[in-house]
């Protein structure tokens, strides 16, 4: 979770991300726990190649 | 680094115009916050064009409402460094952003918009939450 910065042919890159770990514990109390409390960005640039992104959700409000 | 205050100061002026009593001290903060009495709302202003641009006015909105809280401060996150550090610290549990906006009553935190809640949203959405806060705490 972070803050949308573009997508291209180099995958997609955000900022000041927080990552669910898998094996971390449920994923909906964590996005709880980020929404409440905000995001606890734990990289300040997060780059994941293309073929690793599977859904992009807009988490703010609308 | 802080900006030049020259350009801070209409970022500021845009706040306190409307009777937000800005915090510029640790000692500032403390002489509200430590002693907490009822509501209280925070604005930690931002230079951040792409959220404080639209929080401003947003914020400008939502105090028209006919329930808002009995005080309301702000800091100014990047500029008042020791201020904001100490502010924060009356709601550490949220992690830090700017702007944001903290409505506290009693001295615990009741409502928290965040950066995330601000960014690429216009004024009215921005109003409309902080509204919905107000009605929710400060009614008497």
């Known amino acids: 979770m972070g803050r949308f910065h573009e997508q291209n042919d180099r995958g997609l890159l955000m900022r000041d991300v927080a990552v669910h770990e898998v094996g971390a514990g449920d994923l909906e109390i964590w996005l709880e726990k980020q929404r409440k ?21 807009r988490f703010s409000p609308p | ?28 903060v403390d002489g509200v916050l430590a002693n907490p009495a009822g509501t ?11 959220a404080a641009g639209a929080a401003r006015p947003g914020l400008s909105l939502a105090l028209q409402n ?11 996150a990047g500029q008042d460094l020791d201020a904001t550090a100490r502010a924060r610290s009356y709601f550490a549990d949220y992690q830090p952003s700017s702007p944001s906006v903290a409505l506290l009553k009693d001295g615990e935190v009741v409502y928290f918009m965040h950066r995330y809640q601000i960014e690429g949203r216009g004024p009215d959405a921005i109003a409309a939450d902080l509204r919905a806060a107000f009605d929710a705490h400060c009614k008497s």
Request: with cysteine.
């Open chain 1, 37 to 57: 409390f905000g995001v606890a960005a734990t990289h300040r640039t997060f780059r994941l190649a293309s073929e690793e992104v599977v859904e992009i959700r």
């Open chain 2, 1 to 28: 680094m802080p900006y030049d205050e020259r350009m801070v100061a209409p970022m500021r002026a845009e706040v306190t115009r409307l009777g937000v009593q800005e915090l510029r001290t640790v000692a500032d």
């Open chain 2, 40 to 50: 209280q709302m925070v604005f930690v202003n931002s230079v951040c064009g792409c």
């Open chain 2, 66 to 76: 006919p329930v808002k809280p009995a005080a309301s401060y702000t800091v100014f």
